[in-house]
């Protein structure tokens, strides 16, 4: 989703005045304080998390990073964070939800993709005359029909990129959405009504 991915980078990390030049930190070309996996800088008693860190610069980042600080150093075990399964949300109209690989980055790892987009109106919009329509993509690989990504444009998709994030940190596959029950009428039972796919990549037949 280019508009989350722009958003991003104009946040900058505000480090200036901090002083962390003088300790031997060097910061990057952005600003950013470097990290390792555990949120350690290259001084061995400083860590560093959250926005400052540039690494994904989201209000609930930050808490899980700092609790996984607090767990490293103050709780006996090395804790990380996963810096690659990031439900994300932009609350415009229409609104964004997304979560997991971007159809160009999923086919970087899984070059055998399967893409199914959607594009329809919301029944509660059709029943009240409501202009509202919405866009729906999953991006699943084919090998093992697990789920890689979904993004969403239209009402409540920030919601759905939550529950969704649930699922793909679980591995859901195609075929576990597939035998879902669909909640009726809703616009997120197109999650688990899809069928028919928009476009196979690197397909060679059976």
């Given amino acids: 989703m280019l508009a989350i991915e722009a958003i991003q980078k ?3 990390p505000r480090t200036e005045g901090l002083g962390l ?3 031997g930190i060097r910061l990057d070309v952005q600003g950013a304080v470097p990290v390792d996996t555990l949120s350690r800088t ?3 008693n400083i860590y560093a998390v959250g926005d ?8 609930p980042m930050a808490i899980r990073e700092g609790h996984a600080f607090a767990d490293t ?3 006996g075990r090395e804790v990380t964070v996963d810096h ?4 994300t949300a932009v609350f415009t109209t229409p609104e964004l939800g997304t979560v997991g690989l971007t159809e160009k980055e999923a086919l970087k790892m899984f070059p055998e993709l399967d893409v199914y987009t959607t594009h329809f109106r919301p029944m509660k919009a059709t029943l009240s005359g409501h202009h509202s329509k919405m866009f729906m993509k999953l991006l699943v690989d084919r090998r093992s029909d697990r789920v890689l990504g979904f993004h969403a444009i239209g009402p409540d998709t920030g919601e759905m990129a939550q529950l969704m994030g649930v699922a793909l940190q679980l591995m859901a596959t195609k075929a576990s959405l597939d035998a879902t ?3 009726h009428p809703t616009a997120a039972e197109e999650l688990v009504n899809k069928r028919q796919l928009s476009r196979q990549h690197n397909f060679s037949g059976y």
Avoid: Q, W
Wanted: glycine residues 4%; charged residues 15%; proline residues 7%.
């Fill in 21 to 23: 030049e003088r300790v």
């Fill in 10 to 12: 104009r946040v900058l």
């Fill in 42 to 44: 290259v001084i061995p």
């Fill in 181 to 183: 029950l669909a909640v």
């Fill in 84 to 87: 690659s399964l990031v439900p």
């Fill in 73 to 75: 150093v103050f709780g």
């Fill in 52 to 59: 400052i860190t540039n690494r994904v610069n989201l209000t």
